[in-house]
């Protein structure tokens, strides 16, 4: 052993992960140490990267950091010194000296990005010295786990936060997308409503100074007969201009002032010039053009309150999504419909599922369910936002539930790429994922698999081929007692 030998053994002796080791092997291990020395700003190892080391923090600092939507956020620092410590009080104080042992154990990928700060020396041990080390080492072991369990779950946490905010902000901007027509209805309608009644009012002055009670009858018929009259089904935006340019300049050849009103009305039920010059031939020429101006000012005024009842409706339908799917102002747990928890998620995801085909089954008088719905729709939010993405935004969304023996089932399926088989078994694991680099925390699919096993007492599987993925979610359905 050479003399820099002991000085590198006492040196990871200092080190809580090794403090308790034998002197048998304390020399075995720092026979087996690699030391690195990384400068500032050095990359130790990428987010993504396949795990090939277990890294421990001799001198300096380290930045952990991931990127998650294009944000590269930082995690924790981890520092030589004990005394400069964590940045959170429940942080094991071994944990801010070593990293990567999580991807090693489940043989997967760097799950963050890991920088020097400062001139920063760490000990490397390839992946078959960290679990020989492990065999050998059963006091780093005791160290090690607790250590690990903390990582886990203060990760789970943490994507619990990122999960809530991300389905928040797609609340908000679900919910200012689809506000936007009827919101803008509503100021547009304010805006013409005035002017249209005024117009009205002095129509109605006018026609009643000059039309006879016979005339006056027969215009009112006229005006109830086109409030009656469906609007038509022409799709078709030229035909449907073409009609109401016809109208109008009828109307206008006939005296009318401000004949938009009557020609849209028109239009819009697909009724021409000969319907309705038909229906006006009892009146006198002289009262016609009074008579059309009143019959505009009327049916516009008509349409604008058609627009508000319509916005209004719209507006407190899209609030009760809203309200429904973060549950607010209700218990965290009780009874609940699943199907209104499915449908305030289509209606949230709404502007991401513009070039979805969206197929509902869902099982006729299905009993309410007992637990915690936001929860739940933080799941069929992360299922169905999945299978947008394997579709790539286009395809078939098939939203099924009923009920199997004495379980409520939801299933989600999607004709998109499909989910390898390798990954199929994996899929619910933390920190896995599928998705690229920056994409996904591989935490949306393990926390939806922890609410609906541990919160609910249910089941989430998954089978997948191409063009044809399905999740399935069992939930036991509620007892007489749960419904109390």
Known sequence: MTAAAPARGERLREIELFADLTDDQLDWLTAVTEERVLADGDTLFHDGDEATHFYVLLDGELLVTKSVDGREELLTRHR?????????????????????????????????TVVAAGRTTVAAYPKHVFLEM????????????????WRIASSEAQARGRTTVEAM?????????????????VARVAQQLGPATDRLAGAARRWGAAAVTPEAEALDRLAAEIGRTPLTAE???????????????????????????????????????????????????GVLPVALE??????????LAGELRTAGPRISALVAAA??????????QGRFSVVDGIEATLAMLRPKLAGVRIVREYAPDLPDAAGHPTELNQVWTNLIDNAVDAMDGAGTLTVRTGRQGTCLTVEIGDTGCGIPADALTRIFEPFYTTKDVGKGTGLGLHLSYRIVTQRHRGSLSARSVPGDTWFTVRIPAPTRKDLE
């Open 169 to 185: 902000g797609t609340l908000a901007a679900g919910l200012a997308h689809e506000l936007n027509n009827p919101a803008a209805a």
């Open 235 to 285: 799709t078709d935006p030229v035909a449907s201009a073409d009609l109401e340019d016809e109208v109008f300049a009828w109307a206008e050849r006939r005296g009318a002032a401000q004949p938009v009103g009557l020609a849209c009305a028109m239009a819009e039920r697909g009724l021409g010039t000969g319907w309705l010059s038909g229906r006006l031939c009892g009146l006198c020429p």
């Open 80 to 112: 030589a010194r004990a005394d400069a410590g964590g940045e959170h009080d429940a942080k094991p104080p071994a944990a801010h000296r070593f990293t990567g042992e999580l991807a090693l154990l489940t043989d997967g990928v760097y799950v963050a």
């Open 323 to 332: 309200r429904d799917y973060a549950h607010l102002g209700r218990a965290p």
């Open 134 to 149: 492990l065999v050998r080492c059963p006091g780093v072991a005791r160290v090690l786990l607790p250590v690990l369990a």
């Open 294 to 303: 009143y019959l505009s000012a009327l049916l516009e005024v008509r349409a």
